[in-house]
Nanobody
Framework: QLQLVESGGGLVQPGGSLRLSCAVS????????IGWFRQAPGKERGGVSCITPSGGSTMYADSVKGRFTISRDNAKNTVYLQMNSLKPEDTAVYYCAARRTYSCSGLTAREFAYWGQGTQVTVSA
């Protein structure tokens, strides 16, 4: 069983930056890929980014490529999502999620078994 806790959300102006953190606890010695998802009001939860257990491979949704960077510090059991050049359309609740796999293929919510509670990101002037 894994527990995930997000932090770092908040209100930021367009063009600004935020760094989200996802602290993972539980059976962390098992291999797991971590994904970031977001859900805006009235919309489905969609995949934003993913990182493999070793951190050697990452993937991003087209809408955030070049602006967001995912990374992980396995010594701290923490995954980060650095978000730059934020836009109003990035406003959503952001969730981190985990699944026991070495791959990030298939970045869909149903593929991930463990979820955090979410953190709100609001991009507004």
């Amino acid at each position: 069983q894994l527990q995930l806790v997000e932090s770092g959300g908040g209100l930021v102006q367009p063009g600004g930056s935020l760094r989200l953190s996802c602290a993972v606890s539980g059976f962390t010695k098992d291999y797991y890929a971590i994904g970031w998802f977001r859900q805006a009001p009235g919309k489905e939860r969609g995949g934003v980014s993913c990182i493999t257990p070793s951190g050697g491979s990452t993937m991003y949704a087209d809408s955030v490529k070049g602006r967001f960077t995912i990374s992980r510090d396995n010594a701290k059991n923490t995954v980060y999502l650095q978000m730059n050049s934020l836009k109003p359309e990035d406003t959503a609740v952001y969730y981190c999620a985990a699944r026991r796999t070495y791959s990030c293929s298939g970045l869909t919510a149903r593929e991930f078994a463990y979820w955090g509670q979410g953190t709100q990101v609001t991009v507004s002037a």
